[in-house]
């Protein structure tokens, strides 16, 4: 997002691809209401789909305690994958979504064991392709890039 004025395109975007790859609507919209993002716009596009706009206090972190916990989960497991691999921090977004991806593959307790990404989709995650995070890798060049010294 380039600007606060894409929001509303950027969410009826999500609000379709939602619809036509889940067969569901969105039920609830949760945001804070500082009126940073949420245009009246935003708020008419969401009456008209009949989702729920729940907003809470500018600054009142704890009433948003799930997203806030799940946030720190998320930048716990980067910061633990950055640092075991070495990573510089500006492959930080790669380390976010790995982190993600690994948290959506795991058993979780808030599902009874079951796998979120197979609650989704209702396959089961294909572990066979999960390599160490940050290994060394060598890229072939094309020979007429490369010269008798070059590693």
């Given at each position: 997002?380039r ?30 209401s ?16 009949g989702t ?5 206090c500018?600054g ?7 997203a806030?916990?799940?946030h ?33 593959i795991q058993?979780?307790a808030?599902?009874?064991g079951?796998?979120?990404l ?6 089961s ?8 995070f940050?290994c ?16």
């Open positions: 997002m600007s606060r004025s894409e929001v509303l395109s950027i969410y009826q975007r999500f609000a379709a691809m939602v619809r036509t790859q889940y067969s569901t609507l969105i039920r609830v919209f949760r945001a804070d500082t009126g940073e993002y949420i245009s009246q716009m935003l708020r008419g596009v969401l009456a008209e789909q729920l706009a729940q907003f809470s500018p009142a972190y704890a009433q948003n305690g799930v806030e916990r799940k720190r989960h998320l930048l716990e497991t980067t910061r633990a994958m950055m640092i075991a691999s070495s990573l510089p921090p500006h492959f930080w977004a790669e380390a976010v979504a790995m982190s993600a991806y690994l948290i959506n058993p979780s808030a599902l009874q079951g796998i979120p197979e609650r989704l989709s209702g396959q995650p294909d572990y066979s392709m999960l390599r160490l940050g060394v890798y060598y890229v072939l060049l094309a020979p007429r890039e490369r010269t008798k010294l070059t590693a």
